[in-house]
């Protein structure tokens, strides 16, 4: 009786001991078999190793190249590297065990792996700025990318379209915002430099007075302006002509005032005047101020003696600055040197 109660014990132990082989088995098992054309996997390390077949990634492949294309990309071929994709590892946590042995694999972690290791060749457009080249999925793109270079900074470059090459050498949108912003940046240091370069010649001319042919004289003369530093031409003859007035070389910007109350007739640019101001002070006198940089009257404004209606400057058919000044006795030129 006690053998017989003892069989079933045996039995039960040898079970037992099969199932841990079998388990153990199992767990050292180096790859698990799945179904064809779906992930193999094996536990590493806390991480699943995926071995896939190239047939799981057929219609992957063809869903990336469709959105390569509705980007406007025109590809002209494409090649697998079988080798890189035959082992990819993803976080356990991602995908478990489970998962990988009786799931298959998301589709999107697919196109982003299958966009590491497949080679797109494409049609693009290439330009060149001097040494520089830039890549662009169609002249579209790439004609855009240049107008708004030469909105910043004038752009010579060369355009040749219909050239292939790896997709991943289509220039990123990074360096042409760069390339963009370096023009910018070149366009303000251009206008800076040319600003410094005006003012520096604004200031030189104000050290400067004319430079006309001519006796030149010191007499102290009650013209109509704060100061000058000497005639520089005479009422009367000069080459050939009648010089109508008396230059008055003094710095750049040196007030010229009213020789007498009255009104302002004109005020603006003269031609060979250059800014121009006429006084009719109602008595039959006229009074004009030719060459100025600079208005402190407008027309139609009555004036009185001696208030400050311009400054001298040099515009006009002038070398330096001046003022030339003139009056009109009863419509005829005099000399003005016979009235201050």
């Known amino acids: 009786m006690n053998k017989k109660k003892g069989i079933p014990l045996i ?38 190793l995926v071995t896939a077949q190239c047939n799981y990634f057929t219609s992957t492949i063809d869903d990336y190249i469709k959105e390569l294309e509705e980007q406007g990309y025109k590809v002209i071929s494409k090649e697998l590297n079988t080798e890189a994709i035959k082992t990819q590892t993803v976080n356990k946590s991602v995908i478990s065990f489970d998962k990988v042995k009786y799931c298959k694999a998301s589709s999107t972690f697919d196109k982003d792996f299958i966009a590491q290791i497949i080679k797109v060749n494409v049609n693009a457009t290439k330009i060149t700025i001097g040494t520089e080249i830039f890549y662009f999925k169609n002249s579209t793109d790439a004609l855009a990318f240049v107008d708004k270079l030469n909105e910043q900074i004038k752009t010579e470059y060369s355009i040749i379209e219909n050239t292939e090459i790896d997709k991943n050498e289509i220039t990123e949108q990074s360096i042409l915002d760069k390339k963009i912003e370096d023009a910018k940046t070149e366009r303000q240091e251009i206008e800076q430099r040319q600003r410094e370069l005006e003012q520096k010649k604004k200031e030189e001319q104000k050290k400067q007075v004319t430079s006309r042919g001519g006796n030149y004289s010191r007499t102290s003369v009650n013209a109509p ?40 007739t004109y005020k603006g640019w003269n031609g060979s005047y250059g800014n121009f101001v006429e006084i009719d002070h109602g008595d039959g006198t006229v009074s004009r101020y030719a060459h100025m940089s600079g208005y402190n009257c407008s027309l139609g404004d009555t004036v009185s003696k001696g208030y400050t209606i311009g400054y001298v400057g040099t515009t006009g058919n002038s070398t330096g600055n001046h003022l030339h000044f003139e009056i009109k006795v009863n419509g005829s030129f005099v000399n003005p040197l016979n009235y201050l």
Not at 14 to 39: G, N
Not at 232 to 241: A, D, L, N, Q, T
């Open 225 to 264: 302006m704060q100061s000058y530093v000497y005639i520089s031409s005479y009422y009367g003859p000069r080459w050939g002509k009648t010089h109508t007035g008396v230059d008055f070389a003094a710095n750049g910007g040196t007030p010229i005032y009213a020789w007498k109350s009255g009104k302002v």
């Open 11 to 48: 039995k039960k132990v040898l079970i037992c001991l099969m199932t841990m082989v079998m388990v153990i088995m199992t767990a050292t098992m180096p790859v698990l078999a799945i179904q064809p054309y779906m992930p193999r996997a094996q536990i590493m390390e806390g991480r699943v």
